[in-house]
């Protein structure tokens, strides 16, 4: 079945350096999103890419959604210790079972100040 | 806009118990309401849908079951917990054609 692999699983930076975490999806989506899970809290919706090659920017988070719509990247430039937190893509193919989306396993991010 | 309650926020139950943990959803109408289970430190697991009421797609075989007695009402459910059904369960909700997914606070379920 369709999988969503997203690497690294855990990242430990410097307050300050950046930080990028990749999502492969092994089929074409129709759009991908990106996630925040807080320690101790739910996830909550960050973005949605829809269009081929599209990028986005939310203040120091910038969003790219892969030319062939099956690879997605989430870049932090200078990490503050509210970054903490585990990000996870998700993906919808097309054809799908009623919107589903495929999250990958997330990658956790660490910041030491 | 809308909002998701779960109850309760955390359980701790023994093994062979029986569990009922309920999703309510305010200010919205016929949303698609999901289950996940996430275990600690690891992904979401899909566990049930619903697009509608009393229906029901189960994603994996499994303890559990799910019902959708109402439109703003999802409830998962076990006769008898296993240790291995411990986890983070989460509500989401998914509205108009996005497909963009919003979660409940969740329930921290420990089974001993």
């Known amino acids: 079945g369709q999988q969503v692999m997203q690497i690294p699983q855990y990242q430990h930076v410097q307050e300050g350096e950046d930080f990028t975490t990749y999502c492969n999806s092994s089929t074409t989506l129709s759009n991908i999103q990106w996630y925040k899970q807080r320690p101790g809290g739910h996830p909550v919706f960050l973005i949605q890419l829809v269009k081929s090659g599209e990028v986005k920017k939310q203040k120091r988070l910038t969003f790219q959604f892969g030319e062939a719509k099956k690879n997605s990247s989430l870049h932090i430039t200078a990490t503050q210790t509210t970054d903490v937190g585990t990000y996870f893509c998700?993906?919808?193919?097309?054809?799908?079972?009623?919107?589903?989306?495929?999250f990958g396993k997330g990658t956790k991010l660490s910041v030491k100040p | 806009s809308q909002t998701i309650h779960q109850w309760p926020a955390t359980l701790v139950q023994p093994v062979g118990s029986p569990l009922s943990l309920e999703c309510t959803v305010e200010?919205?109408?016929?949303?698609?309401l999901y289950w996940y289970r996430q275990a600690a430190g690891r992904g979401l697991q899909l566990l049930f849908y619903s697009v509608g009421i009393g229906q029901i797609s189960s994603e994996v075989p499994q303890n559990l079951s799910a019902s959708r007695p109402q439109d703003r009402q999802f409830i998962l459910s076990s006769k008898k917990l296993l240790l291995s059904d411990s986890g983070f369960y989460l509500c989401a909700l998914q509205r108009g054609g996005r497909y963009i997914q919003y979660f409940g606070a969740g329930t921290r379920l420990s089974v001993l």
């Open positions: 200010g919205t109408s016929n949303p698609n």
């Open positions: 998700a993906g919808s193919a097309y054809g799908g079972s009623q919107g589903n989306l495929i």
